[in-house]
């Protein structure tokens, strides 16, 4: 090999070292410049910022730029109740558990039949308590007898038998009335009105608070309903020397619509 080829091999091979060494460091400075987004998009001068989505406009709605009004308002209806629940009970006492419990057996079954006399349905008359207790002397610590109870739930749908119904069974050996619970069986029609009236209290004050802004009112973005139904009505414990003439006032109770509607503002 010559002079001359083993010069041009030798510059040939700086030559490309010095290249090997720069271009690296080029490529990557010119993919920094592309990933940050200015490199310019052919004949529109546009940059890559320029080509994405403004997310701030997309997310629109509720819960995003959409200027919004909530209003919470109630609607209430009155009415009578028209079913009463009665807790009616037997306690006997005796020496013994089976003398006891016979002598309770037998006062209870007097009183559901005045119970069913006055035309309340077996279905309305519910065993809701039953126990058996031994009882103490003055001492504590020997028995001297025992203790029977039995309970049951009736359920009068006509109210004008209440009173007559706590006279009679006191006389058939009732003798301990725990109370007298008034309710209405039925309030789906009186939830239905309370709703209309909650929803004509919600419109009347969201338009108010929307003219006091001076902004108007856009279309309903959400609702959300609650119903309290009526809670019965008791009038506790019945004294037992009263039952009888035993006056029942029904009075009325409330069935109440809550609810809370969210309005866009236009």
Known sequence: MSRTTIAFVIIGTFIA???????????????????????????????????????????????????????NASGAVSAVPDQATIQLGVTTQATTAAAALTQNSTD?????????????????????????????????????????????????????????????????????????????????????????????AAKTKAEAMAKAAGVELGDIISVTESSQNAQPMTNGRVAMDAMAAAPIQTGTQDVTVDVTIIYSLK
């Open 17 to 71: 070292g010095i290249l090997g060494s720069m271009l690296p460091s080029f490529w990557m400075s010119r993919g920094m410049t592309m990933m940050s987004g200015t490199f310019a998009i052919p004949n529109t001068g546009a940059n890559s910022r320029s080509m994405m989505p403004d997310v701030s406009a997309m997310m629109g709605g509720f819960g995003g730029s959409t200027r919004h009004l909530d209003v």
């Open 108 to 200: 209870t079954a007097a009183v559901i039949a005045s119970v069913i006399k006055l035309g309340v349905a077996e279905k309305d008359i519910q065993t809701s308590n039953f126990s058996v207790y031994p009882t103490y002397d003055t001492s504590g610590t020997r028995i001297s007898g025992y203790q029977v109870s039995n309970s049951v739930t009736v359920t009068v749908r006509d109210l004008v038998k209440a009173g007559p119904l706590l006279d009679q069974v006191v006389q058939a050996g009732a003798n301990n009335i725990t109370g007298l619970n008034f309710s209405i069986s039925d309030t789906s029609a009186l939830v239905n009105q309370a709703r209309i009236l909650a929803f004509e």
